[in-house]
C-alpha cells in the first residue's frame, strides 16, 4: 500500500476518478500509515477513520475523496474539538464549521484532527491532549508551531492535504520546519464560522506535499474564486535575505534561500535585492498578537485557571501589560505598512525572503513539556519574516528550499492581495526546475528523545 502514499494528491485523484484504486482502498493505506507513525509522531489529538469509511464513497468534488486532515480548531461534526487543552476534551459539536463542510462537499474525507499547542499558544507543537508532535524529518528537532501536527501529518505521508492556521507564521514556519508547502492566504479568502479574530491577523491555509496539491487545496477551501496566473508572465521579484537587519538569518538559511535566485532567473523572472519598509512593524504585530490574547482568552484563563498550560497563561498575562496607547499606535502602524506594500508591490509582484531565520531548533531533552519559553527567545530573531505577511495583510507561501546542516529550510513567497495563486504557480516552477525540498517521510524510525510521550 505503501505507492499509494507516494504520489501527490492530483495524480492520486486521478487514480480515484479512473477507478486504479478505490476510495476505500485508499483509507485502508491511510489506516495502515496512521497506525505505523502515529504512535511516534504524535500529529494529531484524534483520529476519527470510522467516520471517515462512512464518507469515503460517491464522492464527486475535486478532491473526489481524498484524505485530508485538519487542525483542532475547527468543528467536525461528532468529533471532538480540543484546541489542544485538556479541559476541553469533552467538547464534541454537533455541527461542522462552514469551512469543513466547504472540504466534505469538496470531497475530502478528513481522518482525523491534528495536534496543537493549546489555543495555538506556544513555539513548539505539544500539548495535554496530544503529546509532543515530532518532526517526521527528525525527531531531535522542532516541528514548528502551532500547526505543526498539520505539517506532520503531511511530511510523514498520513495524508496528502491538510488544513492549518496561521496568525503569525502558524502554517509557514512549521512547513519550513518540515519540508512541506504551506500557504498563508489573502485575508478573508477562507472564511469560518469564527471570523471574529479581534487582531484580524489569523487566516486558514493549506499544507501540502507540492505546490500543485496546495493550490487544488486552497480552491476547495476558498469561499470564493481567485484570479488564475498569467501563462509564461515575466514577474519583477525582490529579493530581501534578512528584510534589511529587521531580522537575523542564520548563514546555512541564507545559502539554501539565495539557490532559489539563478533558477527564477531561469526561468525569465526579473529578480533584484529590494528591503521592504518594515521598520518597527514585527514589535507592532506583537502588540495586536498579545491584545488578542487578552480578548479571546483573559476570561478563560480567569475561570479555569490552572487548567489550562503556562504558555497560554503567560501569553494573557503579557498581554494584559499591554496600554490602549501601544494598540492604537500598533493599529497606525499596520495601516502604514499596508499602504507601504501596496506602493512596493506595484513596483514588484513578488517578494522573496526565507521563511524563518533558524532551522528548526533542537527539541529539549528535560523532562518539561511546556518548554517554550527558551525557543521563543532562541526564534524569536526569525520571526519578523512571518510577521509581515500578517500585519500587511497579504498572501505568503512557503515553499522547500534544501537543507542547513541537513535540517528542512523553507522559502516565502509573499504578493499582493489576491496573488494566491500566482504565488503557487511560481512555487511550482520553482519545484520544476529542481528547487532542493527533503523528504521526511523516511525518517521517522528510532527511539523517542527523553521527555516525550512514545
Known sequence: MDELLEAGAVQTIAALRSARVSPAQLLDAVAARIAETEPRLHTMTTVCLDRARSRAAGNEGPLAGLPVTVKDVVDVEGVPTTFGSEPYR??????????????????????????????????DTVSAVGGRTLNPADASVSCGASSGGAAASVAAHQVWLAHGADTAGSVRIPAAFCGVVGVRPTPGLVTTDHDDDPSGLEVHGPLARTAADAALF?????????????????????????????????????AACARALPLLVRLGHRVEEQEPPVRGVHDACLVLLGRRAVVLHAGRVERLGPALGPALRAEVRAGLEISPEQVAAAQHRRAGLRAAMAAFFGRFDVLVTPVFGTGPWPLPTGPSPYPDEPHLSLGAAGWPLTTLAPMAGCPAVAVPCGTAGGLPVGLQLLGAPDSDLRLLHLAADLEAAGLGRADPAAATAGPAPDGRRS
Open 218 to 254: 486552497l480552491r476547495v477551501m476558498a469561499a470564493r474564486s481567485l484570479p488564475a496566473p498569467e501563462p509564461g508572465a515575466r514577474l519583477r521579484i525582490a529579493f530581501s535575505a534578512n528584510l534589511g537587519g529587521a531580522a537575523r538569518v542564520e548563514d546555512g538559511v541564507a
Open 90 to 123: 469533552g467538547n464534541v459539536p454537533r455541527r461542522s464549521d462552514r469551512l469543513v463542510r466547504r472540504i466534505e462537499a469538496g470531497g475530502g474525507v478528513i481522518v482525523g484532527k491534528t495536534n496543537l499547542p493549546e489555543f495555538s499558544a506556544g513555539a
